[in-house]
């Protein structure tokens, strides 16, 4: 396992991350007790999780993934063990605080929420779970519309949560700050406020990254570089679809699409795609999965990989990522291939 340092911070996260968000829905929490133990043994040291999980996010099953994270710590007793992440909602959603967008009041409310679910004093990496602009992750992509912005309201929403953040860390509340969903000017202007004020820096950035979808590679792989705001890559098998299960219009009982009813990401261009990558990974004689995984951990910019299963069987297969390592030659059929399909979903 390889530590990450997270921003500029003294704190070091494997390069693995486990992911949450099914359990609750579909994960029980002896479930996802089972993943914990598991990560753990392999190594892992970070976890994340949000208020709005398990997904789909809903009155009925938001906020479970944290209560049963918070029942681990509460019977093992080893929450000091873990770097723990967690995220209030952008807005939008009405189930929470009716759709409020975050800002300085929700965030404080939003944290102690979180806190007691958790059964915890204080959480090391509160992030912003999406832009509340407006941003070009997931579906967004075709239709986003940042000329609909209001600069000033923007700026000025972004500095009031600056300074709650700010007294949550003075509190003890939370470590660092983090945020998820964004762009590299919403990155950049988080940055500027922060310094410009004597406000907590941002130390990463949660936005999805995988062999179909590599946004990240090039303004916000700068900005990383530059500034120390890394990656922790979520989706890292663009949500099963670089598994293959989808193959020949499979729908899996229990996979995502079964459980959601569709699964936006599949389409003519990610399915071929996603046939190609599996010819490169068995050209090389390669687990795909692993393969995909690994791919994610080779990027300069990635602080963390966030893995996610839905049973300890695809969890051990992920994990089996851990120690491998892409050759030369695997790296090349992939840039060939991504060559291919630049954008596919």
Known sequence: ??????????????????????????????????????????????MDTAELYAVPGSPETSGRTEEIIGNWFAANGDREKWILASKIGGGGSSFLRGGRRADGASIREALEASLKRLKTDYIDLYQIHWASRGHYHFENYWRYAPHRQDTADVLANLTDMLQTLGDLVREGKIRHVGVSNETTWGIAKWLRIAEENGLPRL??????????????????????????????AYSPLAGGMLSGKYFNGATPKGSRKDYQKGFWRLNEHSDAATHAYHEVAARHGLDPVQMAI???????????????????DQLAQVLGAIDLTLSPEVLADIDATYRRFPRPI
């Open 1 to 46: 396992m390889q530590f990450k340092s997270l921003g500029r911070t003294d704190i070091t996260v494997t390069d693995i991350c486990l992911g949450t968000m099914t359990w609750g829905s579909q994960n029980t929490e002896a479930e996802g007790h089972a993943q914990i133990a598991m990560a753990r043994d392999a190594g892992i040291n970070f």
């Open 203 to 232: 130390v990463s950035v949660q936005n999805e990254y995988n062999l179909l979808r590599r946004l990240f590679d090039h303004d916000l792989a700068e900005l990383s570089h530059h500034e120390d705001v890394g990656l922790l």
């Open 294 to 312: 690994a791919f994610c951990r080779t990027r300069p910019f990635m602080t963390s990989t966030i893995i996610g299963a839905t049973s300890t």
